[in-house]
Nanobody, 122 residues
């Protein structure tokens, strides 16, 4: 079993930045493809970004490309999501997920952490 603990989030003004963290345990971190998803009220959950287990590639949703950066630090068993140029449309509950040996374009993830609220004020 993989446990994922998310931290970060909060309230930020439009144009600001925020960083989310997701710490994993229960499995060798370097075997996990890590991803971030988000869900806004009344909307379906959507993919945000993923980092391949090998550390060799990342993948982003078009809506965040160029503004968000996913990074992983295997020594810390942690994946980060750095969010810049935030807009109110980025407001959502952000969740971390993990898939052993997964593709960055995987459409399903086996393990999920709790969500954290990100609110961007205009």
């Amino acid at each position: 079993q993989v446990q994922l603990v998310v931290s970060g989030g909060g309230l930020v003004q439009a144009g600001g930045s925020l960083r989310l963290s997701c710490a994993a345990s229960g499995r060798t971190f370097s075997s996990l493809t890590m991803a971030w998803f988000r869900q806004a009220p009344g909307k379906e959950r959507e993919f945000v970004a993923a980092a391949h287990w090998s550390g060799g590639s990342t993948y982003y949703a078009d809506s965040v490309k160029g503004r968000f950066t996913i990074s992983r630090v295997n020594a810390e068993n942690t994946v980060y999501l750095h969010m810049d140029s935030l807009t109110p449309e980025d407001s959502a509950v952000y969740s971390c997920s993990a898939q052993p040996w997964g593709s960055v374009k995987a459409d399903s993830y086996d393990y999920w952490g709790q969500g954290t609220q990100v609110t961007v004020s205009s």
